[in-house]
């Protein structure tokens, strides 16, 4: 499971507020954002799925988890193609390693 890595975005930007106001940031968006992936494949909706996965891909891109990245980007390319074939397979997965990701990240903002 991915785990939020300060270092990471340390090393990226240098500045540990804005570390921390990226850390906010994901855990009061991202599982919303995730919802939506979620919603999209439920309803079998792929322009749904397509802006929901593509919106999510953004805002965890910088986090260092390449696969969840992933993930989302083949559910974005999956909508974008209208082939929602394995989204439900993939949603549970994707959600899980955001879930921790967020979980990680809550538990680093609260130990500052």
Do not use: I, N, Q
């Given at each position: 499971?991915?785990?939020?890595d300060p270092r990471?975005?340390?090393d990226?930007?240098?500045d540990e507020t804005l570390v921390r106001d990226l850390a906010k940031l994901l855990v009061e968006t991202v599982p919303v954002q995730v919802d939506a992936v979620?919603?999209?494949v439920d309803a079998r909706d792929g322009s749904a799925l397509r802006a929901a996965a593509?919106?999510?891909?953004g805002s965890i891109v910088s986090f260092g988890v390449p696969d969840t990245v992933?993930?989302?980007?083949?559910?974005e390319a999956m909508g974008a193609c209208g082939d929602?074939?394995?989204?439900d397979t993939l949603v549970p997965q994707l959600a899980a390693d955001v879930h921790s990701l967020c979980t990680s990240a809550?538990?680093?903002l609260d130990s500052r």
């Open positions: 499971m991915p785990t939020f990471v975005l340390l990226e930007y240098g979620r919603s999209a593509h919106k999510l891909r992933d993930a989302a980007r083949r559910l929602l074939g394995g989204a809550k538990a680093w």
